[in-house]
């Protein structure tokens, strides 16, 4: 968002709308046009009417014919405006899907840590759907404006003087509907923010559901503060923005029928012509159709808007830095001849309120290929944020790394990532293997190029590959992690990163991690990042580092130890 949309978020809302919108121009003409057709076949319907009710001898010869052809324009050009529209509208639903996610697959790693899964998941589901419902009904809005318009621009014929009284009291109920659309829109903002809320408490009962089952008075805290008390202001909130829409709604038809009140009231006290009479009653009288239907859409216009506005908002927020992620361009293996060097680099978060901000640096690190590197430290001296810079999932704020004596820039970050392999200590498990890496693997030959690894890390009677996918992931947390490391064997990429991997093993496991498995991928020439609390182990690396409040504070070669 550049600072004159920032100050004018209404003027970037309408780009971002204009930008979705222009690829549909030719659809939403058609629906419009069609729309039109349809509105203005109505009005003309109802004149056809009104003609033959003040008219001798009923309905027959060209007024019939008239009469059908005008029923069929109404009727196709009502389903062709449908169709269009909710061509478009399904289109551009699944436009803002796609863009949505390619804009989190590119966003920079702190910019979506900043921005919570809380907050992330309502937008992508939620308010996409609200999006999708609104772009359902907006036909019947645009058929029903289409006819509102004809049926205003045919009293206007009918009777000048009249049709003033009507627009008066159109604008009456128009302002009245305006101000609750505005209050409502109010509303719906707040219930949007807490149902934010909403989603974090469904977090906590989802994913914290052992420990609330432990802790009753956290349990009953749990339901009766959070869930209970924000789904109670949601319902007041959203309850109080619809009845604003109601009472709208109510003076609306109370004029109504108040406008045909006076109008039969005005013939009263001034010679009408009949047709002009009959005219207004009948055409006000259909008119309430469309124009109740344009009121009960308000409501979803209104939700629409605050999501569109969210949406909008998240788009913008990671609009902006990664843009050489080329989520189009084919992985290529990546190559390492010599090493990486991290030169001055520096990094700091955003201080939390009240406290100071965690500052990392400035870091000057080489790491050479076929070195076992063990990274260690006191909890929160900075080790997973140095490794996050390490793999270019951070950009430094000062310094530079460097990929064989060449600065890494932007432009080439990402096929720098392609050199790593890692398992974070809160690391995902992807279900299903990439048919790539050095074996060549195939999605036909994949179970067998992962038989002797699952076999090394005894895992094998649990799990196989089958179709491209691990048979099951329903395992142990030190067995899922054995599954992460398949991957990671399976990739073989030059340089290998383990966060705290060995935490979760048993015993013997981690002893076979430290002294049989780093050690057969060191002799494979693969460089090893390994954070670790396993001091038991820290002799076998070839260099210990170790971080204390950001820096590093030892280098410690233990090669050279060893050697001695
Ligand atoms: N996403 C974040 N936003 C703000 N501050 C953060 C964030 N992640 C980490 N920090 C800060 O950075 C400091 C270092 O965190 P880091 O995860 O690098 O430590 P660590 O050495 O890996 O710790 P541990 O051994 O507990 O895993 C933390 O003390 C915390 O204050």
Redesign the pocket.
Known sequence: MTSADAANPSSSNAAEIWRLLKPFMPWLALSAVMGIASGAATVALLSTINDVLNQQGGMSGALLVTFIALCAIALFGRMLSDVSTNYVGQRLVAQVRRSLAEKILSAPI?AL??YRTHRLMPILSQDVDMISDVAFVMSSMLIALAVALGCLGYLAVLSPALFVLVVVMLVLGATVQIVAQTRAETGFWKAREHEDQLHKAYRAISEGAKELRMHRARRTQMFGEQVARIVDLIREVNGRAIYTYVIANAFGSALFFLLIAVILGWAAFRETEPAVLSGFVLVLLYLKGPLDTIANVLPNVGRARVAFQRIADLSARFATPESHLHLERPAEAATLADGIDLRGVCYS??A?EGGE??V?GPIDLELRCGEMVFVV????????????LLLGLYAPQQGEVLRDGVVVKPQTRDDYRQLFTTVF?DFYLFENLMPVGPDGATTATLPQAAQPYLQRLEIAHKVSVKDGAFSTVDLSTGQRKRLALVHAYLDGRPVMVF??WAADQDPAFRHLFYTELLPELRAKGHLLVV?S?DDRYFHLADRVIT?RA?RIVEDHARSQERAA
């Open positions: 702190d840590e900043r978060f955003d939390p901000p965690f990392l430290g006191d909890n929160g001296s900075g080790k997973t944020t140095l490794i996050k200590s966060d705290e954070i609390h971080m950001g």
